[in-house]
C-alpha cells in the first residue's frame, strides 16, 4: 500500500496539464495491480484451504440452509406462522407472574456481599435500623449587596442572628410538630411525637431528638408544658428568646457550648453556616436543623415502604410549602420521602420524552422500510414489525421475570434498546428482499422461494450481530454490581427474542406483503388493486435505491479517494490517540444528588445546603462487639482509639480536628481517672450503668447493653473532613478500616451509610474495565467463527476498540465521569456498535470478486442504506433526550449520540478503508460462482422439501412450479409468472 501511495505521489510530481488523466491512468494501474495480487493469493490459499475458512465455510453453509428452510417454512403457512408465534409470546409471558420490581438502592447499586453490608447488618442488630430525618434551612432574605460583617464570598442574605430570625426559626420548626397526618394502612393519626426518636436526660425529661441552635436557649427556668400537661420543647426555647435582646441572642451564639439540651456534643458547622465575627459583630448565614424520625420499613415488590412516615412527610411537605410563602425567613427542606419522591421523578419525568421519541422512531421507519409509493410501500409491514419487536419485548419481560431476574430503574431503556436492534434487523431482512428481488437471477422466483433467499442472506447477517450482541451482553453480566447484572441478562434475553421474532413472525408477513405488491394492490387499503400499470418511480419521480445509488457512486469513491483514505486513518488514529487521554483522565464522580431533577424542592434544598454548608464531611461510628469491655487491655486500646485528641481515629488524616466524641473518655472524665489507671474489671459494668443514669445519658444510644450488665455492642463517632472525589472516599474508608483493625480492640470497625456506595465506587472502574474487555474477546471469537476470516475479525475488533476508547475519551471531555450509569453505558455501547462494524464486514466477505474496492462498494451498498437507516432512526428515538431533566437520562442521551455517530463514522468510514487497504479475499470469487452456489442450494433444498425447483420460461434460470403454495403459474408461458396470480 505504501508502494502504491508512492507511486500516486510520484505521479502528483509530473505536474502539468495531463496530471489528471496521469492520475486517472495510475489509479486504473492500481486498481490492477490489486486485482492481480488479490487473484495470486486467492490461488495459493485455494491450494490449502485453513481448518478455520473450513469451519466457517461449514457454519456458513449450515445458516444459509438453515434460514433457507425456515424462510420455506414461515411463507407456507404465513397466517398460521404468525398466530404460533404470537401464542408462543403469550406463552412466555406467563412469566409475568413471577415480576419483581427492585427499587432499593442498596439491592440496586451496591455489590452484595461487601464488608460494608455486613456492618450494617451489625449495626441495624445492635443499634436499630437506620431512621429517617428531616432537614430544614433557613437563611436572610436576600440582599442587594454583601451584608456587613459577612464573610467573603458568601451568599448574599441578611444575618440571622438576632432575635427575631431565632423565632421565625422557631416558627418555622413548629410546622412539624403541627403536623398530622391520618396512616392509610392502619388508619391511624400520626404526629411527629408519635413517632420521632427521643432524648433524655438524668432528670427523665424526653423531647423528640434534633440538632440545631435552638438547643443552645435551653434552660429549665422556663419549661413550658403542652396543652395535655406535657413539657414542650419549642415553647420553652421561645419563652427563654423572647426574653433576649438582639446582643444576648448573638452573645450566646457566639460563646455556646454548642451542646445539645441534654449535653450531647454537636458540630457547630453542621447547625450554623457563613458564621463571622463575635458578639456584636457576629454574622450568621443561615441556621439548620436536623430531626430524627424512627422508622417501619416493609418491602413490597422490591420497594421499602414506612407507610406511617411517607403519610406524616407528604403532609409536612405541604404543610412546609404553604408555610414558606409567608415567612419572614427562606426556607429549603427535605426529608426521606422528598429524596424518594426526586428520584422517581428523575426516573418517569422524562418518560413522555421516550414517548415522542418512540413516535419518529415508528414514522421514520413507517416511510423507510418501503418506497413512497401507494404499492410499493410497506407501510403495514412496518406496523407489523414494531408488533414483533413488542411480542419480542414481551417475552423478555415474560422469561426474565420467570427465571427470577428482578426489573430495575435502569430496564427502562429496555424498550429504545430493543427497538433499536428490532428496526436493525427489520431493515436488513427488508434489504436482502429488496435486492433478490432486483437480481436479474431471482426477480422472476415464486414468492416463498424469494423470500427464503433473502432470508438465507440477511439471517446470516443478523444472526452474527445477534450472537455477538447477546454474548456481549450475557458476559457483561459476570459484574458484581445487581443493577447492572440483571440489566445484562434481561438485554441478552431482549436480543434473542427479537432476533426469534424476526426471522419468524416478520419473514411470515413480508411473503403476505409481497403477494400484495404483486397483485399491485395498495399497502394500507389492500382490497384495492391498481387498474394502471404501476409505476416504478416514486411520488417523487425517482427510481427505487436511492441509497443505494448514493453509497455506490457517491459515498464508496469518496472515501476510498486516495487522499481521503489517508485523511480518514490520519483523522481516525489522531482521535484516538486524544480520547486515550481522554480516558486516562476519567474520574471517579458520583453523588446521588445527581439524581435530582431541577426546580424540585430536593434539588432548591441540595443546592441551598452546598452554598452554605457544603464543607461539611460525613459523620462516622466507630463500633465494637461483645468484648471484655473491663479488660484492662481493652479498656487501654479503646482509649488509644477514640481519645479525642491524641487518640488514633482522631490523628487519621481524613478525620477532621476535634471531631471525635467518644464515651468511654467522657467515662473516664467523670469518674476523674487518672493516666494510666482503668476500671475495675469486675466493677465495670455497674459504674458504667451509673454513668449512663447521670451525665452520660447522653451515650445512651450509643451503648447496647443487657439488663444484667452485658455490654453487647458500642459504638462513638468522629466526623471526615471534606471528600472532593470518589476515589478519596474509597481511600478514607480503607484507611479508617485499617486503623480501626490496628487498634487491638477486637472487630473494631467504622460504618456510617454512606460505605455501603463506597464499596460500589472501588470496583466500578475495574468493574467497567472488565466488562469491557470480556465482551472484546468475545466479539472477536464470534467474529472469527461466524465471519470466518481472523483479519476481518481483528479489522472489527479494533474498530470496536477505537469506538469504545473514542466514547470513553468524549465523555470526559463532555463533563461524564465514571460511575455506575456510565458503566451501563459502556455495556451498551458494545452491543450497539458492534451492528455498525460486522453488518460491513460481513458484507464484504459475502461481495463476489477480486477487487477490494468493488467488493467495499458492493458491502456499502448492500448494507449501507439499512445500517444507516437503523443508526438515524435510533437517534431520532433519543433525539428527543437532549431536554431530559434526570441525570440518568442526560448520561444515556449523550452516550447513546456518541454511540450513534461513532459507530456510523467507523462502520461508513474506517472499516472500508482498512478493508480497501488489507480485506482478505471473497468466500465468492464472481457472482456467477454465488449465483450458482445458491442455486445448487435452491435445488437441493426444495428437493429436500419435496418440491420441483422453479423452472423459468425460457428454460435456463430457477422459477415457480405450477402448483406452488404462494404463487400458480402457467408453465411454458412468455408472460412470466406475474401473470394469472391467485394470493
Not at 428531616?134 to 436576600?142: A, Q, S, W
Not at 447513546?896 to 465468492?924: D, K, N, T, Y
Amino acid at each position: 500500500s505504501v508502494g502504491k501511495v508512492a507511486k500516486l505521489s510520484a505521479c502528483d510530481l509530473s505536474g502539468g496539464e495531463d496530471q489528471d488523466e496521469n492520475e486517472e491512468a495510475m489509479m486504473e494501474a492500481v486498481d490492477l495491480e490489486d486485482r492481480m495480487n488479490e487473484s495470486n493469493g486467492s490461488a495459493e490459499e485455494n491450494e490449502k484451504v485453513g481448518l478455520l475458512r473450513r469451519v466457517n465455510s461449514a457454519v456458513e453453509n449450515f445458516m444459509r440452509r438453515a434460514f433457507f428452510r425456515l424462510g420455506m417454512l414461515v411463507t407456507a403457512r404465513p397466517v398460521v406462522t404468525i398466530v404460533v408465534m404470537i401464542v408462543v409470546a403469550a406463552l412466555f409471558c406467563i412469566g409475568l407472574l413471577a415480576f419483581e420490581q427492585e427499587s432499593r438502592a442498596t439491592e440496586l447499586w451496591v455489590p452484595q456481599g461487601t464488608e460494608a453490608l455486613e456492618n450494617e447488618k451489625f449495626v441495624e442488630d445492635n443499634f436499630g435500623t437506620q431512621g429517617r430525618f428531616l432537614n430544614t434551612i433557613v437563611t436572610g432574605k436576600p440582599t442587594d449587596s454583601a451584608p456587613e460583617n459577612a464573610p467573603e464570598g458568601a451568599p448574599k442574605s441578611a444575618n440571622v442572628a438576632n432575635q427575631a430570625a431565632v423565632l421565625a426559626f422557631i416558627q418555622t420548626v413548629g410546622v412539624s410538630y403541627s403536623t398530622s397526618a391520618k396512616d392509610e394502612d392502619s388508619g391511624n393519626t400520626v404526629t411527629l411525637q408519635s413517632f420521632c426518636e427521643t432524648s433524655s436526660d438524668a432528670s427523665g425529661l424526653t423531647f423528640c431528638t434534633s440538632f440545631s441552635v435552638l438547643d443552645l436557649f435551653f434552660d429549665r427556668n422556663f419549661l413550658t408544658n403542652d396543652s395535655n400537661g406535657q413539657p414542650d420543647f419549642l415553647q420553652t426555647i421561645k419563652a427563654k428568646v423572647d426574653t433576649l435582646s438582639d446582643t444576648q441572642v448573638r452573645q450566646i451564639l457566639t460563646d455556646g457550648p454548642y451542646v445539645t439540651w441534654n449535653g450531647v456534643q454537636m458540630e457547630k458547622a453542621g447547625v450554623v453556616a457563613q458564621v463571622n465575627g463575635a458578639d456584636e459583630s457576629l454574622y450568621i448565614g443561615a441556621f439548620r436543623i436536623t430531626q430524627l424520625l424512627q422508622s417501619e420499613i416493609e418491602v413490597v415488590n422490591g420497594e421499602e415502604i414506612d407507610h406511617r412516615a411517607s403519610a406524616w412527610e407528604s403532609q409536612w411537605t405541604d404543610d412546609m410549602v404553604e408555610f414558606r410563602t409567608s415567612s419572614a425567613l427562606n426556607v429549603e427542606f427535605e426529608s426521606a420521602s422528598s429524596q424518594e419522591d426526586s428520584l422517581s421523578t428523575a426516573l418517569n419525568g422524562d418518560i413522555g420524552l421516550f414517548t415522542i421519541g418512540f413516535v419518529l422512531l415508528i414514522v421514520y421507519t413507517l416511510l423507510f422500510l418501503g418506497q413512497f409509493h401507494f404499492v410499493y410501500s410497506r407501510w403495514v409491514a412496518g406496523l407489523v414489525l414494531f408488533g414483533t419487536i413488542g411480542l419480542a419485548l414481551g417475552s423478555t419481560y415474560g422469561l426474565s421475570s420467570a427465571f427470577g431476574l428482578f426489573f430495575g430503574p435502569v430496564h427502562q431503556v429496555l424498550p429504545l434498546l430493543i427497538l433499536g436492534l428490532g428496526v436493525d434487523d427489520g431493515f436488513v431482512i427488508v434489504r436482502a428482499l429488496d435486492v433478490v428481488n432486483a437480481h436479474e437471477h431471482h426477480k422472476n422466483k415464486p414468492v416463498r422461494t424469494r423470500i427464503s433467499l433473502a432470508l438465507a442472506e440477511a439471517g446470516t447477517a443478523i444472526t452474527v450481530t445477534s450472537i455477538t450482541n447477546a454474548c456481549v451482553f450475557f458476559i457483561s453480566s459476570v459484574t458484581k454490581l445487581p443493577a447492572l447484572r440483571s440489566f445484562s441478562l434481561w438485554a441478552g434475553i431482549a436480543v434473542l427474542m427479537d432476533f426469534l421474532f424476526s426471522v419468524t413472525l416478520f419473514t411470515a408477513y413480508l411473503s403476505i406483503d409481497e403477494r400484495r405488491r404483486e397483485a399491485r394492490r395498495f399497502d394500507v387499503i389492500c382490497c384495492k388493486a391498481a387498474r394502471e400499470p404501476v409505476k416504478t418511480t416514486n411520488w417523487f419521480g425517482r427510481e427505487p435505491g436511492v441509497l443505494e445509488r448514493f453509497f455506490a457512486e457517491k459515498w464508496t469513491p469518496l472515501v476510498l479517494n486516495r487522499f481521503v483514505r489517508i485523511a480518514v486513518l490520519v483523522f481516525f488514529t489522531a482521535l484516538f490517540g486524544v480520547c486515550i487521554w481522554g480516558t486516562v483522565e476519567l474520574k471517579l464522580n458520583f453523588d446521588f444528588s445527581y439524581f435530582y431533577p431541577d426546580n424540585t424542592l430536593q434539588k432548591d434544598y441540595y443546592d441551598t445546603e452546598q452554598a452554605y454548608f457544603g464543607d461539611l464531611g460525613a459523620n462516622v461510628g466507630i463500633y465494637a462487639g461483645e468484648i471484655e469491655y473491663g479488660s484492662e487491655s481493652v479498656q487501654r486500646d479503646l482509649l488509644a482509639l477514640c481519645a479525642p485528641d491524641t487518640g488514633s481515629i482522631a490523628q487519621n488524616q481524613y478525620i477532621r480536628d476535634d471531631s471525635v466524641t467518644c464515651w468511654y473518655y467522657d467515662m473516664r472524665s467523670y469518674y476523674n481517672l487518672a493516666d494510666g489507671e482503668y476500671f475495675a474489671a469486675n466493677e465495670f459494668s455497674s459504674q458504667l450503668a451509673s454513668y449512663l443514669a447521670a451525665d452520660g445519658a447522653k451515650y445512651l444510644r450509643n451503648i447496647n447493653m443487657t439488663d444484667s450488665g452485658v455490654i453487647l455492642a458500642t459504638r462513638f463517632f468522629a466526623q471526615y473532613k471534606p471528600l472532593e472525589t470518589n476515589e478519596e472516599e474509597v481511600d478514607s474508608m480503607h484507611s479508617l478500616r485499617e486503623t480501626a483493625s490496628d487498634s487491638g480492640v477486637p472487630g473494631a470497625f467504622p460504618f456510617f451509610f454512606g460505605y455501603i456506595f463506597w464499596e460500589q465506587y472501588a470496583i466500578v472502574r475495574g468493574e467497567a474495565l472488565l466488562a469491557i474487555c470480556l465482551s472484546l474477546v468475545m466479539v472477536f471469537v464470534v467474529a472469527l467463527l461466524l465471519i470466518g476470516h481472523p483479519l476481518v475479525a481483528l479489522i472489527v475488533l479494533v474498530s470496536l476498540g477505537f469506538s469504545l476508547v473514542d466514547i470513553l475519551g468524549i465523555v470526559h471531555f463532555w463533563g461524564i465521569d465514571i460511575s455506575s450509569v456510565s458503566v451501563i453505558c459502556l455495556s451498551l455501547a458494545v452491543g450497539l456498535s458492534v451492528d455498525f462494524t460486522v453488518h460491513i464486514a460481513k458484507a464484504f466477505m459475502d461481495a463476489a470478486g477480486d477487487s477490494r474496492r468493488d467488493r467495499v462498494q458492493e458491502a456499502l451498498k448492500a448494507l449501507g442504506p439499512p445500517v444507516l437507516h437503523a443508526g438515524i432512526s435510533t437517534f431520532l428515538a433519543i433525539f428527543v433526550l437532549i431536554g431530559a431533566k434526570s441525570f440518568i437520562f442526560r448520561v444515556f442521551f449523550r452516550c447513546f449520540l456518541l454511540i450513534i455517530l461513532l459507530g456510523l463514522a467507523h462502520g461508513f468510514m474506517f472499516v472500508p478503508v482498512i478493508l480497501s487497504f488489507i480485506g482478505p479475499r471473497s468466500f465468492f470469487r464472481s457472482e456467477a460462482q454465488k449465483a450458482g452456489a445458491e442455486d445448487a442450494l435452491v435445488e437441493q433444498l426444495l428437493g429436500d422439501t419435496g418440491e420441483k425447483a422453479d423452472v423459468p420460461s425460457d428454460g435456463k434460470n430457477l422459477a415457480g412450479s405450477e402448483g406452488n403454495n404462494d404463487i400458480a403459474v402457467s408453465s411454458g408461458s412468455e408472460s412470466g409468472p406475474h401473470q394469472d396470480l391467485n394470493v
